[in-house]
């Protein structure tokens, strides 16, 4: 059985099926292992069922032991793992797409919900009591009619706009490459992120943290929003620029943001905090427990795959 070194705690019924799979060492207390101790548990090790809290930089990568053939990633993001090294190393990094789509997309459609329509300081008026409702009573931004731009419409995109077009929102979206009219399912291309900003009332940001998007919503990208935009971020903290959205939600070119990931999580730039308008969850996207146990099941089983077949249909490092 091959020997596999899981970073965190899972839900029971999958850490049941990662033990009948495979020797495994499980994380008891759900610590946060510093890169060193992963460093030092990872010794005899043939692979690690990694989560988006560990950062497997090219560092780290480097001083793994040669016993690790396979980074199996509880996540479907990867930018907390640096591909190449893995790949100079002949380690393959894996990904559980798919399985968390529809729950992600559940919380993308939340935070555009959340932020047009001031719920974030709803709940704080109805739980301090003594709100008095009257006909300009926290008046918010209503969604039917308003354009949303997608940036990075793949997968979670594609969902959130399908929702987003029943709530009679108008999409339009930016992605590298120009999806098939099946996909587009009627939403407006734009070849380039400027186009898509300027015609987004609300942004809703759900591509992967790269080294080409880290900060692509930032000081100067932010000027092609109209004013009043809603800015949304369901996919990772790395793409936005905090204090260009501070500064924006500030002096009120942006209205309300709506998030769910941050950089440096869980210390989120407290400028947030600040604003009643800001609606924010603590990365909540796929956390249902069909998905969580799907994405824990699609982790094993990528492990299990590779080392049955010498390859894995969701590898990512090609
Ligand atoms: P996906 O199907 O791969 O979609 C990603 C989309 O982003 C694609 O349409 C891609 O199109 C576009 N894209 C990639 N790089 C781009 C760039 N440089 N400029 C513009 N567009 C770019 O991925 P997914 O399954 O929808 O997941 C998206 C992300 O959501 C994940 O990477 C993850 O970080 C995040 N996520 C967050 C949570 C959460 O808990 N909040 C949960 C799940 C996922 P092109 O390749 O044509 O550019």
Request: net charge neutral; hydrophobic share 40%.
């Amino acid at each position: 059985m091959k020997k596999i070194l899981i970073t965190r705690k899972l839900l029971r019924t999958c850490e049941d099926k990662a033990k009948e799979t495979f020797e495994a060492n499980f994380n008891l207390n759900d610590e946060l292992y510093s890169q060193k101790k992963l460093i030092e548990l990872s010794a005899g090790q043939d692979g690690i069922l990694s989560s988006l809290t560990d950062k497997l930089d090219s560092d780290t990568i480097k001083k793994l032991p040669d016993t690790i053939k396979i980074i199996s990633n509880f996540a479907v993001g990867f930018g907390n793992i640096d591909l190449e090294a893995a790949k100079n190393r002949g380690i393959a990094v894996t990904n559980t797409p798919d399985v968390l789509t529809d729950a992600t997309a559940e919380i993308g459609v939340l935070l555009i919900l959340g932020a047009c329509r001031r719920a974030a300081e709803g709940i704080d008026s109805a739980k301090e009591g003594g709100w008095k409702w009257s006909a300009d009573y926290l008046i918010g931004k209503q969604l039917t009619g308003a354009r949303l731009g997608i940036l990075g419409m793949g997968r979670i995109g594609q969902k959130i706009a399908k929702v987003a077009k029943s709530l009679g929102m108008v999409i339009h979206y930016h992605n590298r490459s120009k999806l098939s009219a099946d996909k587009e399912d009627g939403a407006t291309y734009h070849d380039n992120l400027k186009d898509l900003l300027s015609v987004s009332d609300v942004l809703s940001v759900c591509c992967p943290a790269s080294k080409e998007t880290v900060d692509m919503i930032n000081k100067d990208t932010i000027e092609y929003l109209p004013k009043g935009a809603v800015v949304t971020n369901v996919a990772r903290g790395d793409i936005i620029e905090d204090e260009a959205l501070i500064d924006a939600l500030n002096r009120r070119k942006v209205y309300a943001v709506g998030l769910d990931v941050y950089k440096n999580e869980p210390n989120l730039n407290p400028g947030y905090l600040k604003h009643k308008s800001a609606f924010i969850l603590p990365h909540l996207g796929s956390a249902t427990k069909e998905t969580r146990t799907a994405m824990a099941n699609l982790a094993i089983d990528n492990i299990d795959e590779f080392f049955k077949t010498g390859n894995c249909k969701n590898k990512v490092n090609r």
